[in-house]
């Protein structure tokens, strides 16, 4: 709990990973602006440093970012980060490109995890439609939708990486993945069957070669978010929450079994008297597009009652069921709240995302 002496300006975006010394970590930070440059330029040409506790920050190794290794292009808008993992000797260099979801990935295998020698060879480019990742041992893990509208999860080895030929781990099917992460007993998958989300567990021998799927028995129907694991421990924490029910926070252990963690208690409010439901709404061109409906039990929907409209179709930009306490004082006078998830989002994948993006305007 104590109050360190180290101060870093510039570093907007925090530690991408701490080093298992618990003295040093890496981090993200921008140069100083020149005396008239506009204000958003704040952003721009940033560097990850590994910074060592009560070090002068500005004498920080720059390890990865724009102008350190020629061999590896950065454009001005483009954020470098360098990751640690305790389940591989590989560290990752990750470009994340502007609001691209799509990322660049770098690895490195260092000495020791603290060495400042890091030889970077290329894992994936943004042609690889790499949107995830995680690792164990030799073996990264992508969440990518390369050919895969709704996604899917491949393999390969960081001592030879080649995304084209690389094993299928989660094939694409109906099911969206949103989400991969590594634990102990294996390779946690987040994905989404429209607004309802589903977690599988794909075993992981020591090099992480990935072996059978088994599937997690959720509690209730809803949105899975903030899926956590660490490599070090089984299970993961993840949160479960939907249109009428509140969010709790729970626990899968290595056997499947999920509990009720109590880091959060149901919100006090009665949500008995209201439901929900998802239907299809008829967009101009025709397309049917999904529409969430939230509304107290035998009322008449049929446009007697005031209704909130909102949607949103950008960056694959999901609007998940998610519990909201204000919502009720509008649904217990009457009033009905939807959601449309128009194309541009990510609703149905990224075929769904990019039929909402910019045409022609000739056409």
Avoid at 36 to 50: F, N, S
Avoid at 199 to 219: E, F, H, K, S, Y
Avoid at 230 to 256: E, K
Avoid at 331 to 341: D, I, K, P, S
Wanted: aromatic letters at 10%; one cysteine or more; glycine letters at 12%.
């Amino acid at each position: 709990g104590n109050v360190l002496s180290d101060s870093i300006d510039r570093a907007y975006y925090g530690v991408t990973s701490w080093l298992p010394n618990g003295n040093s970590f890496y981090y993200i930070r921008f140069p100083k602006l020149p005396p008239g440059a506009p204000g958003t330029d704040k952003y721009l040409r940033g560097v990850c440093y590994l910074h060592v506790l009560g070090q002068d920050p500005d004498k920080d190794l720059a390890v990865f970012g724009y102008g350190v290794d020629p061999k590896i292009p950065f454009d001005p808008s483009d954020t470098g980060s360098v990751i640690y993992s305790p389940a591989s000797r590989y560290l990752l260099g990750i470009i994340n490109h502007g609001v691209q979801n799509e990322v660049t990935i770098y690895a490195a295998m260092p000495a020791s995890p603290e060495s400042t020698t890091l030889d970077w060879k290329p894992v994936a480019t943004t042609d690889d439609d790499v949107t995830g990742y995680d690792l164990k041992g030799n073996t990264i893990y992508l969440q990518t939708h390369k050919d895969a509208p709704t996604y899917k999860v491949v393999a390969t080895s960081l001592e030879a990486p080649n995304v084209s030929t690389a094993q299928t781990v989660i094939a694409p099917g109906t099911s969206i993945v949103e989400q991969i992460g590594v634990a102990a007993d294996g390779l946690y998958v987040l994905s989404r069957n429209g607004g309802f989300g589903q977690i599988a567990r794909v075993a992981l021998a020591t090099d992480g070669a990935p072996g059978a799927i088994g599937n997690v028995t959720l509690p209730f129907q809803g949105t899975v978010n903030e899926l956590t694991t660490d490599p070090r421990d089984p299970g993961a924490l993840f949160g479960l929450t939907g249109w009428t029910h509140s969010q709790l926070i729970y626990a899968v252990d290595a056997n499947g079994t999920v509990t009720d963690t109590h880091l959060k208690q149901l919100a006090k409010v009665d949500m008995s008297p209201y439901t929900s439901s998802e239907v299809q709404a008829r967009s101009a061109d025709g397309t049917m597009v999904p529409l969430s409906v939230i509304y107290k039990k035998g009322i008449a929907l049929n446009g007697s009652h005031p209704a909130y409209l909102e949607g949103y179709g950008s960056y694959a930009i999901v609007i998940d069921p998610a519990f909201s306490a204000t919502r009720v004082a509008w649904l217990e006078r009457g009033g009905v709240f939807a959601v449309c998830h128009v194309r541009g989002g990510g609703w149905y994948g990224e075929a769904w995302h990019r039929a909402g993006m910019i045409g022609d305007r000739k056409s």
